[in-house]
């Protein structure tokens, strides 16, 4: 037992610039849901992600509610993670007087040592975790923004990474998605922006809220904030800041994890899979054992369709010599199609006995992510957007063996065409200008509809006769 103690304490020393300045809080976030009976009273979960082999402890924290008011709140629980990170769960319910706009935010403990994006001394500047709400207000927002992923990834050098904390709102409210300056607690307790701090060059982040790091080069801890703002008619209802410290390291023997068969469903023009209601989705996956490694495999899915368990969803799993395949299915119902998207993300991770201690600040998760459209509908186009004079134009209509339509001058150019049923019997990406096609054999005499989109966005639907 003494040499398994002299053996750590070695492991510590020799991984003292990483393990000595680091504090034991790596990500957290605010989110909330408003009392259906008292529209002033809120329900807050303040979620806290911890390394768990630090002896530092948040058995209660203190709030500030942004009406002047701070309160001590004990810890509910602590999820085990992963075999190194735990999942730390506060919550309250605060009433707030009058309506308003309040800010609340919680300060943490200082930042870790030697951060690479943030001017030293990091380890002097706080963790600032906000949340902004709308108490009141005539268009009443019921939840907030929460996550159905995690924000706690494996960054490797030299590879791409791609990760998805999965944010869903139970009013289907729109959601944006935003890199900003993580905040921190002044001397006069003021909250304020970081200085001198530098996104990691690269990192950039899309519509469906997926980070891309192109290539991470440099070994070390980075700090990146995330926005997360609510909009609904146009207007912003609330938003919460994710902070997250990245650690990027060497891929030792964390498996892979990959989406196999997107390339056979339908895909939209910016990646994400077009489904319909009552027609059965089949996602394939695949986890890829690491050759240094023996140890054993396990995955699970994540995302508001299961979180909210919108549908009933399989998940089945099949052990190969190289890893595991993976099948995830479900059959989107009608009341699930919106203008916004659902996102799934398939985690994958070895399963270990007993911490690797000689790696104290390791992910070993792997992650893929889809993002779906059920239906047709699509967020409109702001009111801001310029729309070209002249009007789609197709013809002949009726028509018999070939078919053209005059397309606008607008990105991202789609036609769907449907038959009775609303089945998509067609589908073609337009261009700009005439666009000459030619019917297809499988398409039988009838009335069908169809719709122009750009976007995403419907900006034309009619009836086309064939004969």
Not at 84 to 103: I, L, M, N, R
Not at 214 to 222: E, I, L
Not at 226 to 235: D, F, S
Not at 353 to 358: A, E, G, L, R, S
Request: glycine residues 6%.
């Amino acid at each position: 037992m003494k040499k398994l103690a002299l053996l750590f304490f070695f492991n510590l020393l020799l991984f003292a610039p990483i393990v000595v300045q680091a504090t034991h809080l790596f990500s957290g976030y605010i989110s909330y849901t408003v009392d259906e009976q008292n529209p002033r009273k809120l329900d807050f979960v303040f979620t806290l992600y911890t390394l768990n082999a630090s002896p530092a402890d948040d058995p209660f924290v203190y709030v500030y509610m942004g009406d002047g008011d701070t309160v001590r709140v004990e810890r509910g629980s602590v999820i085990k993670h992963s075999i190194y990170y735990d999942k730390e769960v506060f919550t309250w319910s605060h009433t707030y007087a009058a309506p308003g706009d309040y800010v609340v935010h919680w300060t943490g403990e200082n930042r870790n040592g030697g951060i690479l994006n943030i001017p030293a001394p990091t380890d002097q500047l706080s963790l600032k975790i906000i949340t902004r709400v709308k108490v009141g207000a005539p268009t009443q927002n019921l939840h907030g923004a929460k996550l159905a992923g995690v924000p706690i990834a494996a960054v490797y050098t030299g590879e791409p990474w791609t990760h998805n904390f999965l944010a869903y709102d139970e009013d289907s409210d729109y959601l944006v998605y935003e890199l900003v300056t993580p905040k921190y607690s002044t001397p006069s307790f003021e909250i304020a922006d970081i200085p001198g701090y530098r996104l990691p060059e690269g990192l950039t982040m899309s519509e469906f809220g997926e980070f891309h790091w192109p290539n991470p080069d440099q070994k070390g801890q980075y700090v990146i904030a995330v926005k997360i703002t609510e909009i609904r008619n146009g207007r912003e209802i609330g938003h919460m800041i994710v902070d997250i410290n990245l650690v990027v390291t060497e891929r030792t023997d964390q498996p892979k994890m990959s989406l196999l068969n997107k390339d056979r469903l339908t895909v939209n023009h910016d990646g994400s899979i077009q489904t319909w209601p009552g027609q059965p989705v089949k996602l394939e996956f695949y986890l890829q054992r690491n050759p240094a490694s023996d140890l054993p495999l396990s995955v699970r899915q994540f995302g508001e369709i299961d979180t909210l368990k919108l549908v009933e969803a399989s998940l089945a799993v099949r052990d190969t010599a190289a890893g595991l395949a993976i099948t995830y299915t479900f059959t989107p119902e009608a009341d699930m199609e919106r203008t916004e998207p659902y996102l799934i993300g398939m985690r994958g991770r070895p399963i270990y006995d007993k911490p690797q201690y000689q790696q104290p600040l390791r992910v070993e998760h792997d992650w893929a992510f889809a993002y779906l459209y059920v239906g047709e509908q699509r967020r409109p186009l702001s009111s801001g957007d310029n729309f070209p004079p002249e009007r789609p134009k197709l013809y002949p209509n009726p028509a018999r063996g070939e078919f053209t339509f005059e397309a606008p001058d607008l990105p991202g150019l789609h036609l769907l065409v449907r038959d009775v049923t609303g089945k998509v019997v067609a589908s073609y990406t337009l261009r700009p200008g005439r666009n000459d096609f030619a019917r297809p054999a499988k398409l039988a005499s009838g009335l069908y509809t169809y719709t122009l989109t750009s976007q995403l966005s419907p900006i034309e639907t009619g009836k086309l006769v064939l004969q």
